[in-house]
């Protein structure tokens, strides 16, 4: 299974970033061969829908899952439209602890959606 | 032999950092005090300063529109282009075929253009609308944004191609996208703001903007106070910015604004303050 998420800095032992669309990197961790691949976020600085363009990243690289705090409409649309399960992390616990509950089974399903920032 | 008259256009915006700071109130009686002046309220989520002139007469209601994407799913061959090319990411790809994000989408006519396929036509839709009054030498233009509608951009581009004369653009509150948008081709930005700290916090934001676009620029102290009036009086001396017109704090004014009444014409005090407004923005070369 392929887990995405987004980090504040490119190292899965510190915390999962507060914010999606507009965190600095993203992580893609593979359950299988337990490798983690980290990208900067192209969407950071999108002049235009943010959301859209990072779940559209991953889509695009397969991922099975994502854990965030927190993700925008848009976001949520493209992720789910593309089967791509949503999940909330657990506050206290860092971005590999997350994942691992996450193999076990143990995250609970996201709620907190918002309705996105508009560029203007 | 005939003469050429030249229509000399004046645009100046009139700004604040947030709404309620008396932008509405300083945009629609310097209009009223400048002969032949136009006022366009960009304020579009919440156009009010055509009410202030009382007795106007509706001359034009348009409906504005903006062209958004249909895709033809028959002809479409999933071959991505669309989604690519789109620089405000408002296509997502999802199953092979575009998403798109309609309040994201600029209408920019793009992706139209690059897909090969003839799979991309535009269709209208109706983002809100223009009202067009006119009160004795003065043109009044109000545009109203649909509700639900996310981008106030080709609306205010539409509401600013009605300027005529000496025109004042009453501008949306705060710095975003719309903001940016109402300024655009205006000579001279009159920053209006009120002696708190919070509103110069504010107004700070609209300088950097304003600085941005390379308007020269000045204030108006709305509600000045003697006491605190140096909060804001500081700053403007820090920048060497022109501090245009004090509106000192008045119960009558308020209570005549929130009755939808112009203080220009009702109040000499009031009246005074905006004529030599007016007549300082001639002087420094930027009315006439
Ligand atoms: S460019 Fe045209 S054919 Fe290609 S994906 Fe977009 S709509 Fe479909
Ligand atoms: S019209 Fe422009 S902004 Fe809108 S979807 Fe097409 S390319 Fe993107």
């Known amino acids: 299974m392929k887990i995405g998420i987004a980090l504040m800095e490119k ?27 980290y990208f900067d976020n192209a969407a950071k600085d999108a002049s235009g829908g943010a959301g859209v363009k990072a779940a559209q990243f991953f889509v695009d690289n397969n991922v099975d899952a ?55 | 032999m005939g003469i050429i008259t030249v229509n000399k256009m004046k645009k100046i915006a009139v700004l604040s950092g947030k709404g309620g700071s008396g932008k509405t109130f300083v945009s629609t009686n310097l209009s009223n005090v400048i002969h032949s002046s136009t006022y366009l309220d960009c304020d579009v ?17 348009n409906t504005v529109y903006r062209e958004i994407p249909t895709f033809d799913e028959e002809k479409c061959v999933g071959c991505r282009k669309c989604v690519d090319f789109c620089k405000f990411s408002a296509l997502a790809f999802i199953g092979n075929k575009p998403l798109l994000f309609d309040e994201v989408c600029h209408s920019c006519g793009g992706c139209e253009l ?20 006119e009160k004795g030498d ?5 545009g109203k944004m649909k509700i639900g509608e996310a981008s106030a951009v ?14 004042i653009v009453d501008c949306p509150p705060g710095s975003a996208c719309s903001t940016m948008e109402a300024i655009k081709g205006a000579e001279f930005c009159i920053l209006v703001t009120e002696p708190t700290i919070f509103s110069l916090h504010n107004i700070q ?17 709305n509600k000045s106070d003697e006491s605190i009036d140096y909060i804001i009086e ?15 704090f008045s119960k009558d004014i308020a209570t005549q604004t929130a009755n939808g009444k112009l203080v220009s014409d009702n109040d000499p005090i009031a009246r005074d303050i905006f004529v030599s407004l007016a007549d300082d923005l001639e002087r420094k070369g930027i009315l006439k």
């Not at chain 1, 190292?11 to 691949?37: C, G, H, L, M, W």
């Not at chain 2, 934001?205 to 102290?221: H, R, S």
Request: aromatic share 10%; proline share 4%.
């Open chain 2, 138 to 142: 003065k043109k009044i233009v109000s």
């Open chain 1, 11 to 37: 190292n899965i032992e510190k915390d999962i970033n507060q914010t999606f669309a507009r965190a600095p990197y993203f992580a893609i961790y593979n359950s299988d061969n337990k490798e983690v691949v």
């Open chain 1, 66 to 120: 994502i854990i965030a705090y927190r993700l925008g409409e848009n976001a949520v649309q493209v992720l789910t439209k593309s089967n791509i399960k949503l999940f909330a992390p657990r506050e206290e616990l860092t971005a590999i602890n997350n994942i691992n509950l996450l193999i076990d089974n143990e995250l609970n399903t996201l709620v907190d959606i918002h309705s996105g920032y508009h560029h203007g």
């Open chain 2, 45 to 61: 989520e919440e156009p009010n300063g055509y009410i202030f002139f009382e007795n106007n007469k509706l001359i034009a209601n």
């Open chain 2, 205 to 221: 934001m609209i300088v950097e903007l304003v600085e941005l676009f390379n308007i020269p620029y000045g204030f108006v102290l």
């Open chain 2, 114 to 133: 690059v897909c090969e396929y003839g799979a991309i036509k535009n269709k209208k839709v109706d983002i809100g609308n223009i009202e067009i009054y």
């Open chain 2, 154 to 167: 080709n609306l205010i581009s539409e509401v600013l191609d009605q300027a005529r004369g000496t025109t």
């Open chain 2, 234 to 248: 500081d700053y403007i001396n820090s920048i060497d910015k022109p501090l245009l017109a004090k509106i000192p």
